[in-house]
């Protein structure tokens, strides 16, 4: 079993930047493809970016290709994801997962494992 514990969300201006953090634990961390996912109120959970075991291949949601970048550390069994030019619309409750799947599984149900996510809101 892995457990995924978020952290790094916050209230910032639009403009402004955060960087979350994914600490994984209870598993091998680096056999697995990690992911962020957002839900926004009233909204259903979407995908954000994943990032493949070694860290050398990902892929972005169109909606923050160019501000997002997602990344780990293998020997912290850490991920993150830099989130700069934040938007009003960027406000959401973001979730990191894990599993075993192909870079570009996208929906959410694919993925086992799950954290608690952190709130990020951004104010216009």
């Known amino acids: 079993q892995v457990q995924l514990v978020e952290s790094g969300g916050g209230l910032v201006q639009a403009g402004g930047s955060l960087r979350l953090s994914c600490a994984a634990s209870g598993g091998t961390f680096w056999t697995y493809v990690m992911a962020w996912f957002r839900q926004a109120p009233g909204k259903e959970r979407e995908f954000v970016a994943p990032?493949?075991?070694?860290?050398?291949?990902?892929y972005y949601a169109d909606s923050v290709k160019g501000r997002f970048t997602i990344s780990r550390d293998n020997a912290k069994n850490t991920a993150y994801l830099q989130m700069n030019s934040l938007k009003p619309e960027d406000t959401a409750v973001y979730y990191c997962?894990?599993?075993?799947?192909?870079?570009?599984?996208?929906?959410?149900?694919?993925?086992?494992?799950w954290g608690q996510g952190t709130q990020v809101t951004v104010s216009s």
């Open positions: 990032i493949n075991w070694s860290g050398d291949s990902t």
């Open positions: 997962a894990a599993g075993r799947v192909g870079l570009r599984t996208t929906t959410d149900r694919s993925y086992p494992y």
